[in-house]
C-alpha cells in the first residue's frame, strides 16, 4: 500500500480567530516583513576595524561597519550573483574575502581586496573547498578538493595538489596556526592530518573515524576540533588528541584574542559554552532572553571584546559580557522564514509567529516589531500553537527537530517561557492545537496517532483512534461544530497514491461523542485546513483539491462557497453567507472575494515583495489580515483604517524594530 503525507497545519494556516491593531493607517497594501534574522552561516570579521563584520547568509553576504548594530546586502557580479555560496573566508593579514561559488557548471571563486565593493573572478577552477587563508599572506590559500588539499600561493590563480588521503577522507575543515603559519591542520571523515612545512609532507595525528570535523580552532598551546559528539582537543601541537564531551553537538569555536585561555563553543542544540582554562572546562551560556540562538552556526569575538553569534535560524546575536546575556542584532538582515501566523482572539495586536527553525516570534503592535520566545522550548521547529480562550497567556505548542519525537509544551506567562509537558504521549507530529471554548482544561491534538485528548489540563492523556484506519490513524485537521468537543470533524493525514490499494481508508472523518468513535463520511483524501464557523451556524470549511467548500449538513455533502482556481496553497474566511475570504497562491499571490458584492476574486499584492505566499490569517473583525513568504517575512495588510495599539510594555523591551529591516 502506497501512501502519502498530505499538507498539515503549520505549513499553510487556516482562519486563526482573534483581534488585532496597529499604528494608525489607511487600510490599503502590505506592510512589515519581520521578523529579521533568518539563518545566518557563518560571521567573520574584517581586520581593517573591530566594528566591521560580514556575515555569510543563504541570499548572500551583509556587512555591518557598527558592531552589528545594521547590516547592508553586498552585491556581486551579475555573472556570480545567481550561484549558491560553497564557502567564505577572509584573510587576517589584509582583509581579502574570498567566496567560493559553486558556479553555472563548475566552481567560482570570487575575490574582494576593498570589504566587497568591488569583485573579480580568480583565473583558474578552485577546488570544492573548504578553504583556509594563511595568517601570514592573504595570497596564500589552502583548499579541500573531496580527499585532497590543494594550495595556491597566488591568490587562487593556480592550484597544486599537496596532499591526497584515501579515498573516503572527504576534507571538510582547513586551519592555520597564526604564530606558525606553516602549520597547517586539515580535517576529513577518516581523521585529522597535519604539516608544519606549509604543505610539503603531511601526517595523520588522529585516527577519529566517523566524526565530521566542522571547524579547528588552533591557540598558541593548543587546538580544539569542533565535532557531532563534542571537542577533540590537544596540547602537543597536534601530535595527540583527548575527548571533551559536550551536549549538543559542536559547531563553531572562537577565541577571546585578549586571552586565549577564554575559549566558546557554539552548538547545535544547546547554545553557547565557555571555557576559561583552555577548554579543559566548561560552562552554558547565559540568558538568551529575546533571542533565537540555540543552534549556532558562527562565532568570533572582535578586538574590542564583543561576542558574535550566528545562528541557524534568528539571526545575528551579540553578547558584551562573555555570553552572560544577549541581544538580538538583525536590522537590515533577511527576514526569518515563518510558516504561520496564530492571532489572540481576545487581545488586539497579539500574534504568534511559528518557524520551522527558531522557535516562535510574538508581536504586541499587531506586526510592527517582534520578539523571540523561545527561551525553555523543547525544539526550534514549531509546528503547531494555540492561545487558550480561557486564559490568553496560557499557550500550548508543539515543536520538534527532525526525525525526533515531538514535544508539547506550555507558557503561563505569553511565551516568556515554556516548560515541556511531560505527560504527553509520545508523537511524532502535532498539526494542530484546539482549546475547548466551553470547557477549561480541555485540549485536543491533531496529531500522527490520531486526535489525542485531555481533561484535566495535560495532566492525563488519551488517544481516540476508534474507527480511524488501523495504523494510519494520523490527521492533519480538527474542527468542531457547535459548542464544546462533542460534534468534531477530522481529515486524515495521510491519502492514496495508489486509489485501488487504499481506496475508501481516508478522508474526512465524523465523531458525534467527542472523539470516541469516528466513522468515515467523506472519502475525499483531498480535503484539507478544517475551519468550523464559530457562529454555531453548523458549517465547515475546507479546501479541496481545486475549490473552497462549505457543508450545510454535517460533511455529507459540500458546494462550492467561494470561486476558487486549481493551485490555492492557503485560505482565511470571515463566516457568512456568503463568507468573506481570502485565497493564498505561490503563482498569482493573494486574492480577496467580498462575497456577493463580486463576481470573482480581485488581487491584492501591492507591499508584497513577491508572490510565495505559504499562509494566511485573519482576525475575526476582518480589520487586518496576515500573510507569510517562502522568501520570509510576515506581512500585514489593513483592511479598514484603525487605531494605534497600547503596546506591551514588557515585550516591547526586547522588540526587534522592523521599520529599518530589509524592504
Given amino acids: 500500500m502506497l501512501m502519502r503525507i498530505v499538507r498539515v497545519a503549520g505549513v499553510v494556516c487556516g482562519m486563526v480567530i482573534g483581534g488585532a491593531t496597529s499604528a494608525s493607517s489607511e487600510a490599503g497594501s502590505w506592510t512589515g516583513g519581520g521578523p529579521f534574522g533568518g539563518p545566518v552561516l557563518r560571521v567573520l570579521t574584517l581586520p581593517s576595524s573591530p566594528s566591521h563584520l560580514l556575515v555569510w547568509t543563504p541570499t548572500g553576504l551583509e556587512k555591518s561597519t557598527d558592531e552589528g548594530r545594521s547590516w547592508v546586502n553586498l552585491l556581486f557580479p551579475s555573472d556570480a550573483a545567481a550561484f549558491s555560496f560553497t564557502d567564505v573566508r577572509v584573510g587576517t593579514a589584509g582583509g581579502t574575502i574570498y567566496v567560493l561559488t559553486d558556479g553555472p557548471s563548475q566552481p567560482m571563486l570570487l575575490v574582494s581586496a576593498d570589504e566587497g565593493l568591488t569583485w573579480t573572478s580568480a583565473q583558474s577552477i578552485p577546488p570544492n573547498g573548504p578553504v583556509g587563508v594563511d595568517p601570514s599572506s592573504d595570497r596564500v590559500l589552502y583548499a579541500g578538493d573531496y580527499n585532497i588539499i590543494r594550495k595556491s600561493t597566488d591568490g587562487g590563480d593556480s592550484w597544486a595538489e599537496v596532499f591526497a588521503g584515501d579515498p573516503y577522507f572527504d576534507v571538510t575543515a582547513i586551519a592555520i596556526d597564526p604564530l606558525h603559519p606553516g602549520t597547517v591542520f586539515s580535517a576529513g571523515a577518516?581523521?585529522?592530518?597535519?604539516?608544519?612545512d606549509s604543505g610539503a609532507t603531511w601526517l595523520q595525528v588522529d585516527h577519529e573515524t566517523n566524526t565530521w570535523i566542522a571547524q579547528i580552532l588552533v591557540l598558541p598551546e593548543t587546538a580544539i576540533a569542533a565535532s557531532p559528539t563534542g571537542l577533540l582537543r590537544s596540547t602537543d601541537g597536534g601530535t595527540s588528541w583527548t575527548t571533551v564531551s559536550l551536549s549538543g553537538g559542536v559547531t563553531a569555536l572562537a577565541a577571546d584574542p585578549g586571552n586565549v585561555d577564554h575559549v566558546f563553543v557554539g552548538t547545535a542544540t544547546n547554545g553557547v559554552f565557555a571555557s576559561t582554562d583552555g577548554g579543559s572546562t566548561w560552562t552554558a551560556g547565559g540568558n538568551t532572553s529575546g533571542v533565537s540562538m540555540r543552534a549556532i552556526s558562527g562565532l568570533v569575538i572582535t578586538d574590542s571584546g564583543q561576542m558574535i553569534a550566528a545562528t541557524k535560524g534568528g539571526g545575528v546575536a551579540i553578547s558584551t559580557d562573555d555570553g552572560s546575556t544577549w541581544a538580538p542584532a538583525n536590522v537590515g538582515l533577511p527576514p526569518v522564514v515563518v510558516d504561520q501566523v496564530v492571532v489572540d482572539s481576545?487581545?488586539?495586536?497579539?500574534?504568534?509567529?511559528?518557524?520551522?527553525?527558531?522557535?516562535?516570534?510574538?508581536?504586541?503592535?499587531?506586526?510592527?516589531?517582534?520578539?523571540?520566545?523561545?527561551?525553555?522550548?523543547?525544539?526550534?521547529?514549531?509546528?503547531?500553537?494555540?492561545?487558550?480562550?480561557?486564559?490568553h497567556d496560557h499557550l500550548y505548542a508543539s515543536s520538534k527537530t527532525d526525525n525526533e519525537p515531538a514535544s508539547l509544551d506550555q507558557s503561563t506567562d505569553g511565551g516568556q517561557t515554556w516548560t515541556e509537558i511531560s505527560t504527553a504521549p509520545q508523537l511524532f507530529l502535532v498539526a494542530e492545537i484546539l482549546f475547548d471554548p466551553e470547557t477549561p482544561g480541555t485540549v485536543l491534538l491533531a496529531s500522527d496517532a490520531g486526535p489525542v485528548r485531555s481533561?484535566?489540563?495535560?495532566?492525563?492523556?488519551?488517544?481516540?483512534?476508534?474507527?480511524?484506519?488501523?495504523?494510519?490513524?494520523?490527521?492533519?485537521?480538527?474542527?468542531?461544530?457547535?459548542?464544546?468537543?462533542?460534534?468534531?470533524?477530522?481529515?486524515?493525514?495521510?491519502?492514496?497514491?495508489?486509489?485501488?490499494?487504499?481506496?475508501?481508508?481516508?478522508?474526512?472523518?465524523?465523531?458525534?461523542?467527542?472523539?470516541?468513535?469516528?466513522?468515515l463520511v467523506d472519502p475525499d483524501d483531498n480535503l484539507w485546513q478544517l475551519t468550523s464557523d464559530p457562529t454555531g451556524s453548523g458549517i465547515l470549511y475546507a479546501l479541496g483539491a481545486s475549490l473552497l467548500e462549505r457543508c450545510t449538513d454535517c460533511g455529507v455533502t459540500w458546494t462550492a462557497a467561494l470561486p476558487v482556481e486549481p493551485g490555492a496553497s492557503a485560505y482565511a474566511l470571515i463566516p457568512g453567507r456568503p463568507p468573506r475570504g481570502w485565497l493564498a497562491d505561490s503563482v498569482v499571490g493573494v486574492a480577496d472575494h467580498s462575497g456577493s458584492n463580486r463576481e470573482g476574486w480581485t488581487l491584492i499584492n501591492d507591499g508584497l515583495p513577491d508572490l510565495s505566499v505559504t499562509s494566511l490569517a485573519v482576525d475575526s473583525a476582518g480589520t487586518r489580515l496576515y500573510s507569510t513568504l517562502a522568501t520570509g517575512g510576515v506581512f500585514e495588510r489593513d483592511l479598514v483604517p484603525r487605531a494605534a495599539p497600547t503596546p506591551d510594555p514588557v515585550a516591547s523591551q526586547q522588540t526587534i524594530a522592523i521599520s529599518s529591516g530589509r524592504p
Fill in 190 to 196: 577518516e581523521g585529522i592530518v597535519r604539516s608544519t
Fill in 346 to 391: 481576545t487581545v488586539s495586536a497579539i500574534a504568534y509567529a511559528l518557524t520551522s527553525s527558531a522557535g516562535v516570534y510574538k508581536t504586541t503592535d499587531a506586526g510592527q516589531t517582534w520578539v523571540a520566545i523561545s527561551s525553555g522550548l523543547a525544539h526550534e521547529g514549531v509546528t503547531a500553537l494555540a492561545i487558550d480562550p480561557h486564559a
Fill in 455 to 519: 481533561t484535566d489540563g495535560g495532566e492525563t492523556w488519551v488517544v481516540l483512534a476508534s474507527g480511524l484506519p488501523a495504523g494510519y490513524a494520523g490527521v492533519a485537521s480538527i474542527a468542531q461544530i457547535g459548542s464544546g468537543f462533542r460534534d468534531l470533524y477530522a481529515q486524515s493525514m495521510y491519502a492514496c497514491m495508489i486509489s485501488d490499494s487504499c481506496a475508501g481508508m481516508f478522508g474526512l472523518f465524523h465523531s458525534s461523542d467527542g472523539g470516541s468513535s469516528w466513522s
